[in-house]
């Protein structure tokens, strides 16, 4: 065969594959209606062992390696339980309609427009996008009833939380309903005829500066101009044209604003991982066959042993605790507010019982949201 003639069967090939993978998706969400009528979980990590040594065993055959088999049936399997979880809970909530507003932080090509498109893609058939210079304009859209929904980063795997959304939770009215996590790949990206030898002044957003701090440290005689996301640093290179002035974002990011990458994987740590939550005007219940977090802040006062007594409820109540972290108390010195989350349904009877009892032995408590867990952990199977 000629060079084309293969290229061209690949092409029909991966159309196969594409047509494929849409009646798989479709099946999915039929097994996601079968498991609601008949009480099951959505997950059943069982049946998804079995399926991966099946897959496994039949790949052998045709001389595909384990490995391979596996790590595309991971990105396969995770995509069909979240397929799943979001018509469940749009079916009782009464979600999923054919648009929804959101606001989120900077433009199209921010990390955050990335994933609003990621969350709200398998929750509605368009995304009306309302881009924002601030976290507090974020929350105040949906506040104002501007947008549906706000899509706000909360924890980096480099930079740690993100204290001005943390902070922004406890006054605002607003319930969360849904989180995601999502990979980020920070480049340096610039116009035409950039040279990273060259390199005079360097635009990201403040998080990507903290995420990139110590690449940043071996780039000398270099300014910092901090932006309100990574749209405004990619507007700002593209409006100057000049080449000593560049980028950190997305290399996706970055191409919207026909810039071009000199360097990749500036993140402190390898794998560079953002967590996001999602917060509406109102609560949502959490469907008994989705695992569940719910998020709740308490003060717990000054008293010695005062958290540990509070976090001996959760324990007594089989509560598994998920975060945990501390924020002062404006006009309060040397006080503290704590934000926990945890893996559990605030319908269930253990949850209930573990925030009456914490009413009582602590100054305050607010629960923030509950909402579905997309903590999707690759199912294992053993090397044998």
Known sequence: MELDDIRQAISSTDQQLLQLLAKRRELALKVAEAKLSQNKPIRDQKREQELLVSLITQGKALGIDAQYVTRIYHVIIEDSVLQQQAKVQGQLNGENGPSVRVAFLGGQGSYSYWATQKYFTRRAERIIELGCDSFNEIVQSVETGHADYALLPIENTSSGSINEVFDLLQHTRLSIVGELTHPIAHCLLGVAGAELSKVRQVCAHP??????????????????????????????????????????????????????????????????????????????????????????????????????????????????MAKLESRPIPGNPWEEMFYVDVFANLADYAMTRALEELNNITKFVKVLGCYPSEDIEPTQVSAS
């Open 207 to 320: 998080q990507v500066i903290a995420q990139c701090s110590q690449y940043l440290l071996g780039l000398s005689n270099v300014k910092i101009d901090y932006c309100d996301s990574s749209s405004a640093a990619f507007t700002k290179v593209k409006a100057l044209q000049d080449p000593t002035v560049i980028a950190i974002g997305g290399e996706e990011g970055g191409q919207l604003y026909g810039l071009q990458v000199l360097a990749r994987d500036l993140a402190n740590q390898k794998d560079n991982v953002s967590r996001f939550i999602v917060v509406a005007r109102k609560p949502v219940a959490v469907a008994k066959a989705i695992p569940a977090k719910t998020t709740f802040i308490m003060y717990t006062g000054q008293q010695p042993g005062a958290l540990v007594e509070a976090l001996l409820v959760l324990k007594q109540h089989g509560i598994s």
